[in-house]
């Protein structure tokens, strides 16, 4: 078995879990916050067999898209980073990380 973490646009997040859901796949939504842009985002955990991470990845990928967002000079960024001109960076359709479930119980 395998955990699917995808962070996702919240735009997209709706959209994303009902196709997932529609092909009975379990999903749990996290609002989560982008260190870089401390823009709100959402954070997907999908907990599904090996032979299924494909398709699950194939879904989120086709109803995620790029996008390109300015980040305002009065913005604070992490690490301490800043700019006095307005920053442009492309978020992408989503960040995936596939990991090894060790156990898995429903009690
Ligand atoms: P944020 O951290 O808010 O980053 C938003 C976008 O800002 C990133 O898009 C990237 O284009 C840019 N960015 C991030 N860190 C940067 C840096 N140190 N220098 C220059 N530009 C930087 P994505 O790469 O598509 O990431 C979208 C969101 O996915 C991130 O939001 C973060 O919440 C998450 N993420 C991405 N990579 C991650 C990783 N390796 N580990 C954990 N979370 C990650």
Redesign the pocket.
């Known amino acids: 078995m395998k955990l699917v973490t995808a962070?996702v646009?919240k735009e997209d997040a709706k959209q994303v879990c009902n196709h997932l859901i529609q092909e009975g796949f379990s999903v749990t939504r996290l609002s989560?916050?982008?260190?870089?842009?401390?823009?709100g985002?959402m954070?997907l955990m999908i907990g599904t067999e090996d032979e299924k991470v494909d398709p699950c990845i194939q879904i989120i990928a086709q109803h995620c898209k790029?996008r390109t967002?300015v980040v305002p000079s009065t913005a604070s960024y992490?690490?301490g980073?800043a700019t006095a001109y307005p920053l442009q960076?492309?978020?992408?359709?989503?960040?995936i990380?596939v990991t090894n479930v060790e156990r898995f119980e429903k009690l």
Do not use: D, R, S, Y
């Open positions: 962070i646009n989560t916050t982008g260190g870089f842009l401390m823009a985002n954070t790029q967002e992490g690490i980073v960076v492309t978020v992408g359709g989503a960040t990380f």
